[in-house]
Every structure is written in C-alpha cells, then in structure tokens.
C-alpha cells in the first residue's frame, strides 16, 4: 500500500510539473510578437539615426524607440526594430521574454524584390552572413546600450566599413526607388560582392 501511495504521489508530482513547464512555455509564446518575412520591407522607408535604421512594430511606439536610439543609450520599448544592413534585423519583445538577449531576437535574411526569407531567427543562436553569432557580439554592448552597437559601445568591430555599409543601405533590393551609384560606390560594391564570394 506504501508503495502504491509513493508512486500515485510521483505520479501527481510529475503531472503537476508538466503542468507548470506546460504553463511557463504558452506564456513565452504568447510574449512574442508577431513578425513573419512580410514584416519587414525596403530599410530606407525606416527612420535614419546616425548609421542605422529604426522602426516599431507599434506605430504608437515609434517615438519611444526614436528617442532612444537618437539619445543612443537607454532601454527601446516592445516593438522596436533596430536594423544596419537590410540582412539582419533586432526585434524588442516584451519584457521577459528572453533575459539574455535583454529580449532582443535576432534575424537573418535572404532579401531580393520580391521580399524576404528568413534563413534563421531567434534569441541565442542566429549567425550572421560572416558566420558570427549576432548575441556574442551585442552582449558586449555595457548596459546603457540595450545590446546596440555602435562604436565606443564595447563590441567588436565588424569586417565591413561605414562607406560599405552605406552602399549596402543604399542597394536594399526591396526598395522601390532606383538607386544610383557613383565611380566610387560601384567600385565599394564590387569588393563587398568578393567578400561575399560572388
């Protein structure tokens, strides 16, 4: 009878902690904001700061994130999108959701004018077109920055210049406006292209 009791206990036991880990895993889910690959569009239709670009899935919000990223310290509201080249994006869930990222969640694009494809996202482990992980490096970012690099924030530098990067910008497949480049820009683009292999 002892052990009869003993094992209905366990069995109580274990069906309450599913219950519980069932419980914790629906409130994540239901933290995240909804972003699928329509999300996201040209990045120049976005708001410039400095060399970036920021935006809200919130318009309300829009001005709690510009004043932030134009402070450039402080922490950005749910809902923010912090982007510098229109492959890789930052998302802000809600507070919570994932306390190593500081709740940012990382994404990887493919982007051509037809829109875009995820190639990976997430919170700790979405790598980069230069095989980086994207937290390894924004976890270096001191604490006032919210995971935000720029320089003098304490990440590492990238492998691409501000002239690069600007081209990059400018070259955003998804935009609707044509793009003209200069002597100099189409030469810039034509190392990032060999970088890249191709």
Known sequence: ???FKKTIAKIV?????ILTMNSALADEQKQLLKVDESTFTCINDMSPVRDFFVDNLNKKNLDKTLAVAKAGQGEYPEGSIVQ???????VKHAKGTNPTTNDWE???LAVSKEGNTFTTRGFDNVKNKFGGNCLDCHKKARPEFDMICETGHGCDPIPITKEMIKVIQKTDPRCTAPVDLDEREIAILGQLKAMLGG
Request: glycine share 6%; proline share 6%; net charge negative.
């Open 1 to 3: 009878m002892k052990t």
């Open 106 to 108: 990382f994404f990887e």
């Open 13 to 17: 036991g274990l069906s309450t902690l």
């Open 84 to 90: 510098l080249v229109p492959t890789e994006v930052m």
